[in-house]
């Protein structure tokens, strides 16, 4: 589906996302990055992805870009990697609020670059790598949100993705997910 994938965070989403995509063979190339050398270790004895231990390299050459980080990591992640962002690719995430997201995504004047938020309703009460698992969105919703400027064909790219990953796909305005889900 996808030349190359990367995976900023991998947390409990971030590590089911990387186990749901290499089981599905989604990716011929995955690269992964966390800021917690911890969890760095963990990634390097339990996965065969490139472990990166440099965000802006995690996303070079990439045609997908997932920010799987806490809301609050975002401004400083996206600083890091808009260098190495691949043109025509997509950027997504997986937080909770959008609307303040796609204004600082907006502020930094990203161009050919298709950002389109992702909020999977998934999750489980434990956290961390070791917690995550390939069927976590099985069966859950992943909403989508995305302006009117982006590209009919990178929305069903991403749309297929998380159908692939087992969720069902809803998409929204950044405002109305925010209303009906923040």
Same mark, same amino acid.
């Given at each position: ?14 590590? =089911? !996302?990387?186990?749901? /995509?290499?089981?599905? @063979?989604?990716?011929?190339k995955?690269? $992964?990055?966390?800021?917690?050398? +911890? ?34 990591s ?11 962002l691949?043109?025509? =690719? !997509?950027l997504?995430? /997986?937080?909770?609020? @959008?609307k303040e997201?796609?204004?600082? $995504?907006?502020?930094?004047?990203? +161009?050919?670059?298709?950002w ?12 961390g ?41 809803k ?12």
């Amino acid at each position: 589906m996808f030349r190359k994938i990367s995976i900023i965070g991998c947390g409990l989403i971030g590590s =089911s !996302i990387l186990r749901a /995509t290499q089981e599905k @063979k989604l990716a011929t190339k995955i690269s $992964v990055y966390d800021k917690s050398n +911890k969890v760095l270790e963990y990634l390097k004895k339990n996965f065969t992805a490139d472990i990166c231990s440099n965000v802006s390299e995690t996303t070079k050459d990439a045609d997908l870009t997932i920010i799987s980080a806490p809301l609050s990591s975002y401004k400083e992640i996206l600083l890091s990697i808009k260098p190495n962002l691949k043109e025509e =690719s !997509i950027l997504t995430d /997986t937080g909770s609020a @959008k609307k303040e997201v796609n204004k600082i $995504v907006n502020n930094l004047g990203l +161009k050919n670059i298709a950002w389109i938020a992702s909020h999977p309703i998934a999750g489980t009460e434990y956290s961390g790598p070791a917690a995550g698992f390939s069927s976590l969105f099985k069966n859950r919703w992943c909403i989508l949100s995305a302006d009117n400027k982006v590209a009919k064909d990178k929305l069903e790219i991403l749309e297929k993705f998380w159908s692939k990953l087992g969720s069902k796909v809803k998409v929204m305005s950044f405002e109305d997910h925010d209303y009906v889900l923040s």
